[in-house]
């Protein structure tokens, strides 16, 4: 909108770059152009401004596709006024003079040619298309039809409208079909996410069991060194006893052969002792057969008196040594 302010009766307009601004002035063309600064009397001067610039119209309207299902479209219109004078002479751009509003809706007007437009054919490309085909191709169709629509549009050429660009933002079913469409991907997503899950548990569950099975084995492997390691220190333990035991056989073996030899030994010097002892003794008797019986029977005293123990003095009386002396055959000292 131009800015206006009163000076004295008088009123100063100023317009934006984006504004084209067109005076007429008792029917005649004062000032036409874009950016515009100048006076005029409100009571003489009849006023129009048009927009020039880009700008965006967002539409949503419902559409119905092959199969019977309503979808909500929403679409982006990209237009601009090329022809300022043509369009304010087809819609009305024409302003308040005093505080520069507009005295209509031009850019409804707009705005409506352009949605009732691009629904038109939005309607048509929808009509033959099912549900699965417009939410999976329907967006470029859309885009493409619309397109070419506006531009083979007869009024907005005749209007000074160009059309700059048309986007579609969004083709949407109805919220329950919506979510019944969802469903069939969501239960294969859920399914994929329950296979994963099993993928991985079945993983866990082998690793798991590959362990016990490395374990097993393990303890197997552990076992059967035991059993060898017993094994072995049985047998360790029996060559031993058998060491042991020939060991002993053979100091038992030589103590018995010892033991022989040293009584075959201790026989013989006995053997020969005795002999000589026999010997001896039969020359003791042979030498006391030959001496007579005093003098056997001095001996005999004399080695009596050997074992006797010591005697200091012995008193013998006449009668004893009487009786000793006769029996050695001599006289007694008073006789």
């Known amino acids: 909108m131009a800015d206006i302010t009163r000076r004295f009766g008088w009123r100063h307009l100023r317009s934006a770059p984006t504004a084209h601004i067109r005076h007429h002035k008792r029917g005649e063309l004062a000032h036409d152009g874009a950016g515009l600064s100048f006076w005029y009397r409100s009571l003489s001067a009849a006023l129009s401004e048009v927009p020039v610039n880009d700008r965006e ?23 601009r006024i090329s022809d300022p004078a043509e369009a304010a002479a087809r819609l009305d751009f024409s302003v308040d003079p005093d505080t520069g509003a ?15 437009t691009a629904q038109q054919h939005t309607l048509d490309v929808l009509a033959r298309t099912p549900l699965a085909g417009a939410l999976v191709d329907g967006v470029a169709a859309v885009r493409e039809r619309v397109a070419a629509g506006l531009a083979d549009e007869p009024r907005l050429p005749a209007t000074g409208i160009d059309v700059v660009a048309v986007r579609v933002v969004a083709i949407r079913p109805e919220a329950e ?7 069939p991907a969501r239960e294969q997503i859920q399914q994929e996410a329950d296979r994963a899950t099993y993928e991985r548990r079945a993983v866990a569950v082998e690793r798991e069991r590959t362990i016990a099975e490395n374990e097993l084995a393990s303890q197997i492997e552990l076992a059967r060194r035991e059993e060898q390691l017993v094994e072995q220190r049985g047998t360790n333990a029996r060559r031993e006893a058998e060491e042991s035991a020939a060991a002993d056989g053979v100091r038992a073996e030589a103590e018995a052969a010892r033991t022989v030899r040293l009584a075959g030994a ?4 006995a053997r020969q002792v005795g002999a000589a ?15 007579e019986a005093a003098t056997l029977h001095a001996l005999a005293a004399t080695r009596l008196a050997e074992n006797l123990p010591h005697i200091d003095s012995l008193t013998l009386s006449p009668d004893v040594l009487t009786g000793l002396l006769s029996k050695l055959g001599r006289p007694a000292a008073g006789a």
């Open 277 to 291: 002892r026999a010997e001896a003794q039969a020359a003791w008797l042979r030498a006391h057969g030959e001496v």
């Open 177 to 183: 079909v919506e979510r019944a469409l969802r469903t």
């Open 102 to 116: 507009w005295r209509g809706a031009p850019l409804e007007q707009i705005a409506t040619l352009l949605t009732e």
């Open 57 to 79: 119209l967002a539409m949503a309207f419902h559409a119905r596709t092959s199969d019977f299902q309503d979808v909500t479209v929403q679409a982006t219109v990209t237009y």
């Open 266 to 269: 201790e026989a013989e010097a």
